[in-house]
């Protein structure tokens, strides 16, 4: 690592490592517990929170929120995987997840769709977690276990902080702190985390979040479980109802300028150019999910209206419309199931559904055979 790039200003102090070479590893310094906006910033933290609030309060309304909350997580699932080089779309993790299955090799396709799967199941059962613990080295572990559930890797330690020491980029951009440092810096960090100040809360979410990946506390999975934990503390710390904010989408879009931003704090202590990226992303993806949920809950209008005007529609249809908002893909057998109905009376309904232009089959070989409503599915995952 160029010791050189780290000035007088940088946050924390390097210290020199023996393993696995001679080099020089970055240790963050305990986050300030107040701080503050440069004022010419200050315009855009309002309008960050207005549109977060904004996002929040058409969530509370919605009938339910839950079936809108999916694919904004589903889409979080993707763009966060993508950001580390997991890549899968949004038809294959959907599709995947109706029939889950353990990848038979490191080169399976299926190991892909099973890390992006488990960053959605990571995402719920953090949701579940903090109606019990604090934002913790606890909570961080688990996650981290749920991520690598079942993925099949050459190195595997999940939930463990890592007992060796990393490096960032092949040039050794960036030495992470050395591992003997990682439970008192991750201590240090659930204290923050849940201490009271005056700094707000989003901002206060985005000095926890460069802290997280700084300490890099696992030998894999930092990234994507600190974007985990990002959306976990926006959601906890700024009172929302439900996790909305997902910022991935905006960090991949940027990825460049996410990366250095992050490094600018490390090497001079540049928090104001890091709080205000993270500020303008609040911005575009709370207005983005806005946008998708305005235009889902039209088209879920616009199916019921077509389903009411047919004579010869199932009182069961309904019902699938609304499924169909948190999970455009569905099989006959899946759908069977949870309308507790013979296989031939779903493959009716399905068949009405196709006829009524709101689902079409798969052109992707699977079995079962899968049935996507391909306008829900542009609306949810599509990038624009």
């Known amino acids: ?68 909350l999916r694919p904004l997580q589903r889409r979080e699932a993707l763009r966060s995987s993508a950001l580390e080089g997991t890549f899968a779309t949004a038809e294959e993790l959907l599709a995947y997840g109706l ?22 199941a990571a995402l719920q059962q953090g949701q579940k977690l903090l109606r019990k613990l604090p934002l913790s080295g606890r909570i961080m572990r688990e996650l981290h276990k749920t991520l690598l559930e079942r993925v099949r890797r050459n190195d595997r330690t999940p939930g463990v902080f890592r007992t060796r020491q990393v490096h960032i980029g092949s040039d050794r951009r ?53 974007r985990l934990l990002l959306s976990l503390m926006v959601y906890a710390k700024c009172g929302l109802q439900s996790p909305w904010l997902y910022l991935s989408p905006y960090f991949e879009r940027y990825k460049g300028e996410y990366i250095n931003r992050l490094f600018a704090v490390s090497t001079r202590g540049d928090w104001a150019g ?36 047919s004579s010869r529609i199932s009182h069961r249809l ?13 099989t006959i057998p899946a ?25 079409r089959e798969s052109t992707r070989q699977s079995k079962p055979q899968y049935y996507i409503s391909h306008e829900f599915f542009q609306i949810a995952y599509a990038e624009e």
């Not at 309904?318 to 169909?324: A, N």
């Open 1 to 68: 690592m160029d010791r050189t790039q780290f000035l007088e200003q940088a946050p924390g102090s390097l210290v020199p490592i023996t393993a696995p070479e001679k080099d020089w590893a970055f240790v963050p310094a305990p986050l300030p517990t107040e701080w503050t906006l440069p004022s010419e910033y200050v315009p855009l933290l309002v309008d960050a929170r207005q549109s977060l609030a904004r996002l929040d309060g058409a969530g509370r309304h919605l009938p339910p929120h839950s079936l809108f």
């Open 99 to 120: 029939e889950p299955k353990d990848p038979a090799s490191i080169d399976d396709p299926a190991n892909a769709w099973r890390e992006v799967f488990n960053y959605d």
């Open 174 to 226: 960036f030495v992470p702190p050395p591992p003997d440092r990682i439970t008192a810096l991750t201590a240090d960090l659930e204290r923050y985390m849940n201490e009271p100040m005056t700094t707000d809360c989003l901002v206060q979410s985005f000095l926890a979040h460069y802290q997280f990946e700084t300490i890099h506390p696992f030998l894999d999975g930092n990234g994507r479980v600190g």
């Open 318 to 330: 309904q019902p699938i419309v609304s499924h169909l908002l948190a999970s455009p893909l569905i």
């Open 335 to 359: 759908l069977a199931r949870q309308l507790k109905v013979t296989f031939p009376t779903a493959q009716k309904d399905v068949q009405r559904l196709i006829e009524l232009g709101i689902l």
């Open 274 to 309: 890091w709080v205000a990226f993270c500020l303008r992303g609040t911005v575009a993806e709370a207005n983005d999910g806005l946008r998708r949920m305005d235009r889902l809950l039209a088209l879920k209008a616009k199916y019921e209206k077509k389903l009411a005007s």
